[in-house]
Nanobody, 130 residues
Framework: QVQLAESGGGLVQAGGSLTLSCSAA????????LGWFRQAPGKERKLVAA????????YYEDSVKGRFTISRDNTKKMVWLQMNSLEPEDAAVYYC???????????????????????WGQGTQVTVSS
């Protein structure tokens, strides 16, 4: 059974930083592409960043390039999203998601769609004050 649990959300001032964490349990973590998605009120859930099975490649949505960093540790079954220079527009519920895929390139747009990820965490709220 695939289980994901996010933590690390909270309230931060614009320009500040947060690190989101996602822990996994009960499955072959290293066989999965992991993604961080976010959803603001009234908007669709969108991919922010994704990382391939061994952490060798990562994809970032244009608005977060240079500010956010996704990383993973397969031995700890953890994935993180380091968020710097936060803007009010970054405020949303952030979700960790997983899809089983080995030897993949996360630049492939297939992995940019939320409907390709069958496993999700419960989400963590990020609020950015201006």
């Amino acid at each position: 059974q695939v289980q994901l649990a996010e933590s690390g959300g909270g309230l931060v001032q614009a320009g500040g930083s947060l690190t989101l964490s996602c822990s996994a349990a009960g499955w072959s973590f290293s066989s999965y592409v992991l993604g961080w998605f976010r959803q603001a009120p009234g908007k669709e859930r969108k991919l922010v960043a994704a990382i391939n099975w061994d952490g060798g490649t990562a994809y970032y949505e244009d608005s977060v390039k240079g500010r956010f960093t996704i990383s993973r540790d397969n031995t700890k079954k953890m994935v993180w999203l380091q968020m710097n220079s936060l803007e009010p527009e970054d405020a949303a519920v952030y979700y960790c998601a997983a899809v089983r895929a080995l030897y993949t390139d996360v630049d492939n747009s297939y992995y940019h769609s939320s409907d390709k990820y069958p496993y999700w965490g419960q989400g963590t709220q990020v609020t950015v004050s201006s």
